[in-house]
């Protein structure tokens, strides 16, 4: 049997973002900023946050129950839960279990993987190799997080940027009518520059203690100037990789689909991919950064309000910690 026998399809997709908001106007009460500073430098509206007791398993489910249901599949029927998440319910177990639970969809491989805002690029690209290879037929492929316990709302770089969400998408096996596929996916870290965004404590290298909290090492931090230089570079070259890979011209392309960062980025990645702002699904006014849940967020809002249509070439990219970056190409 040749390695690939099968191609993938995204049979359904859900999105989920909770209630509570956090507005630039209640912002403006935390640190030195405005509403129109922060629009015109991110792009951003508003995010969403949690409520108390709600953790990231249970955005993923809510997210999780709309992809399984658009797929008309059951829970049950899954061969595989993957959950690119940097902000786990918990340490161990890990939540792809927690989540296999809520779905009580039984048996079957349940695993996190952490590429930071890279992670549902990375996600839906093993999902892909497991079921072009054989092995499997249904795999719910998650992007879910819960960011804002671990921002600093006296940090005006930071603060302003991320929010709580989730999305998922069910990948199957395409049958011999459906035309749908995953043409290529190529995914890249650079671990050398991987101090540009860290949380610097909670791992084994700083645990925690009273000294983290004195410090504010349990807070994310980012070096802002940089990261937008090397998000614009990579994200542009990814896309690029993917057209050359398949012998296509950004003509062809129906969408882009690029990791929800900041608006200044996104406009810069189309201008050095060379594509029209028009064919961008920007969705970060009303969500801002949720890491591995931004592009499924916007693949899945852009599906359901009617702009991506079946049959239509779709490109994902994404950048994140690490530093990881990944495009994938595929016709939905």
Known sequence: MSMSAYRSRIAGTGSF?????????????????????????????????????????????????????????KASDLDMILFATVSPDQVMPNTACVLQSKLKAGDCM??????????????LAIADQFIKTGPMKNILVVGAEVLTPYVNYKDRDTCILFGDGAGAAVVTRAQDDQDSIIYSHHLHADGEISDLFVLPAGGSKVPFSQKVLDEEMQYVKMKGREIFKHAVRTMSKCCKEALEYNGFTPDQVDWVIPH???????????????????????EIEEMGNTSAATVIIALDKAIKDGRIKRGQNILLTAFGAGITSGSLLMKY
């Not at 406009?267 to 050095?272: I, L, N, S």
């Open 260 to 282: 929800q960062a900041n608006v200044r980025i996104i406009k810069a990645v189309a201008y050095h991919f060379g594509i029209s702002m028009e064919k961008v699904v920007v």
């Open 110 to 123: 349940a695993l996190d993987i952490s590429a930071a805002c890279s992670g549902f690029v990375y996600a």
């Open 17 to 73: 973002l909770p209630e509570n908001l956090i507005t630039n106007k209640y912002l403006e009460t935390l640190v030195d900023t405005n509403d129109e500073w922060i629009q015109e430098r991110t792009g951003i509206k508003w995010r969403h946050k949690v409520k108390e007791g709600q953790y990231t398993s249970d955005l993923a489910y809510e997210a999780s129950i709309q992809a399984l249901q658009e797929a008309q599949i």
